[in-house]
């Protein structure tokens, strides 16, 4: 099946440092990607949406300008926590989009801001 | 997309057959029914997609309702390392298109 990769997997940061995730399908191309961030005991909670060559979509109450998001390639797109803060501690998880109907997810990146 | 409705939790003998229940009583005739699971601290994994023919793959099967308000998750034969929550997603099937995740049902197979 597709696989998807993010690095980093586990990554600890002091307050109001940036902190960048990449995300990467590895033997496919994705036009789309798509960021999700999930607290403990909650359910995934879509981000945003990375589309190859062009700005991101993000959902409601979701800072742009704090996560920033670039998806330069078929293969890989980022996600920049801005000035993180102990709050921005979460898992966060991509997704690239295969076909019309399938989505594959990476293996998630849990991040902890002291 | 529509809503869909899991119970929370389940228990399951290993070896026995795990039967996950969702109904989606609004789903539209262009909406597909996915199940997705989640182990601790992994991202969500595929396990199949359906319209409204029974499916079945190499991890599990997918019988949707005549009606198609509703269908079950079948895993013929749990083992430990199928305790995961599992997610049972309904949305039309088309490009851009995102998953939007409910609760899922929290399946503990049981030695």
């Known amino acids: 099946g597709a696989v998807v990769s993010q690095h980093p997997s586990r990554v600890i940061c002091k307050s109001g440092t940036s902190v960048k995730i990449e995300c990467r399908s590895l033997?496919?191309?994705?036009?789309?990607m798509f960021w999700y961030r999930q607290f403990p005991k909650q359910s995934l909670m879509l981000m945003a949406t990375s589309n190859e060559g062009s700005k991101a979509t993000y959902e409601q109450g979701v800072e742009k300008d704090k996560f920033l998001i670039n998806h330069a390639s078929l293969t890989l797109s980022t996600l920049t926590v801005t000035s993180a803060h102990p709050e921005d501690s979460s898992f966060y998880i991509c997704s690239a989009r295969l076909l019309a109907d399938t989505q594959y997810f990476g293996p998630g990146t849990r991040l902890t801001v002291l | 997309d529509a809503k869909t409705t899991q119970p929370t939790s389940m228990d399951c003998a290993e070896g026995r057959a795990a039967n996950l229940p969702c109904n989606h009583s609004t789903i539209s005739g262009n909406e597909y029914v996915y199940w997705y699971r989640q182990i601790h601290s992994q991202g969500p994994q595929y396990i199949i997609h359906g319209l409204k023919n029974n499916e079945t793959n190499e991890m599990a099967s997918l019988i949707i309702t005549e009606d198609r308000k509703s269908s079950t998750l079948i895993l013929p034969h749990a083992t430990l390392r199928d305790t995961a929550v599992y997610y049972c997603i309904v949305r039309v099937r088309d490009a851009g298109n995102m998953l939007t995740f409910g609760g899922g049902t929290r399946l503990m197979v049981k030695p």
């Open positions: 033997d496919f191309q994705a036009t789309t």
